[in-house]
């Protein structure tokens, strides 16, 4: 039976409640090439990786210790050059004109996880029974798989076998399922239209090294 301090949000609210920052939350300047603001995004995707403690299995931790080390090459980057980094793209093309890519290669596996993350969400919030573990799983191997080592590969599918019930993980995310499910529908929507910014940005030759 779960107690109270097992819960991960506050009375009557959510686990988007305790975000830092949302997606939802990070300004996308159309503007200027749907530039994404650095210190924003980089919030949003570090407040993402608590999602692996919901999901409170210690199998994630590798996981979510690779997401925060890519966030951490991106913050390093932005804290060296902070008038060339205001925005993400912006970031890594300065860095790529120096002829360095520690933080552009950190923003290609956080995309990656991101991407990741999205698609097991998305995939399982279109379906009223699937469970986590199917839907982790067949993101795992549509995202991240086909670019790990088979050292890597073992590490990974065991977290996606040590999901939690269904069940079990909504009620973590809230008491209110109606809510809980349209503030994951925001948030996830937000995530894909930045992932889908970036993995367009990647694509552009002045974004390779």
């Known amino acids: 039976m779960a107690s109270n301090s097992t819960k991960t949000y506050p009375p009557g609210g959510t686990y988007f409640d305790t975000l830092k920052r949302n997606f939802t939350q990070v300004p996308v300047n159309q ?6 603001s650095t210190s924003e995004f980089l919030e949003a995707a570090e407040s993402l990786t608590t999602l692996f403690d919901v999901l409170g299995s ?5 996981v979510k210790s690779d997401m925060q080390g890519n966030i951490k090459k991106l913050r390093d980057r932005q804290l ?4 060339q980094s205001e925005d993400i793209q912006s970031l890594v093309m300065n860095e790529i ?56 590969k ?3 599918s065991a977290a996606m076998s040590a999901t ?13 399922l109606e809510k809980v499910q349209h503030e994951l529908r925001l948030w ?16 552009r030759k002045e974004a390779k090294w």
């Open 80 to 83: 060296q050059c902070p008038a």
């Open 58 to 62: 210690v199998a994630f931790t590798p």
């Open 31 to 36: 503007d200027k090439d749907n530039a994404i």
């Open 164 to 176: 939690p019930y269904r069940k079990d993980f909504y009620a973590k995310l809230g008491d209110d």
């Open 97 to 152: 004109k120096e002829k360095k890519h520690v933080a552009a290669e950190g923003l290609l596996w956080l995309v990656r996880g991101l991407d990741f993350t999205a698609q097991a969400l998305r995939q399982n919030v279109a379906s009223n029974t699937e469970e986590l573990s199917i839907s982790f799983r067949n993101a795992y191997g549509s995202t991240l798989k086909q670019h790990h080592s088979f050292m890597v």
């Open 188 to 203: 996830l929507s937000a995530l894909e239209t930045q992932v889908g910014i970036l993995k367009g940005f990647q694509s």
């Open 154 to 156: 073992p590490i990974f």
